[in-house]
């Protein structure tokens, strides 16, 4: 003898379980690509530091060359977010079975996605972005 609560808990351990692999993986993603975003910014910075140095050099504070750094990785994460909302909104059709209780369009899904991923991109470059501001000018431009 069973209580009803309990059949259906039962009926539904497959998807359950499915569902904990799925976010499983979605996080060990998330997480990988805010490591590649780390390392494509922070080679990006490395092989920028004369042109940091000069503009260090001409007057430029920390606080632009950090906003120079953060600008150029939004504007990454922006472009990859448009070219994943436009996939996630042409594909949605063939995932509409397999979502249970929320459409393939929904909205806060659709808005709150891209601010995340934004804001993990952002979050990530700012390491390089400060090491950036770190630069010597006087370094930078005798390193050639």
């Not at 390392?39 to 001409?58: K, P, Q, Y």
């Not at 504007?75 to 209780?101: E, H, N, P, Q, R």
């Amino acid at each position: 003898m069973a209580s009803f609560r309990q059949s259906a808990d039962l009926g539904l351990l497959p998807q359950r379980i499915a569902a904990t692999i799925a976010a499983s993986l979605g996080g060990v993603a998330l997480l990988l690509a805010a490591i590649g975003i780390y390392g494509v910014t922070a080679f990006a910075v490395a092989s920028r530091t004369r042109e940091i140095g000069v503009r260090m050099a001409l007057g430029a504070d920390r606080r632009r060359v950090v906003m120079l750094v953060l600008r150029q990785a939004f504007k990454l994460a922006a472009i990859g977010c448009a070219v994943g909302l436009a996939g996630a909104i042409g594909l949605a059709s063939l995932v509409a079975d397999l979502l249970f209780g929320v459409s393939p369009f929904d909205p806060m899904t659709l808005a709150l996605t891209p601010v995340l991923l934004i804001a993990i991109a952002l979050a990530a470059s700012a390491v390089p972005a400060r090491r950036a501001s770190s630069v010597n000018p006087v370094a930078a431009l005798k390193t050639e």
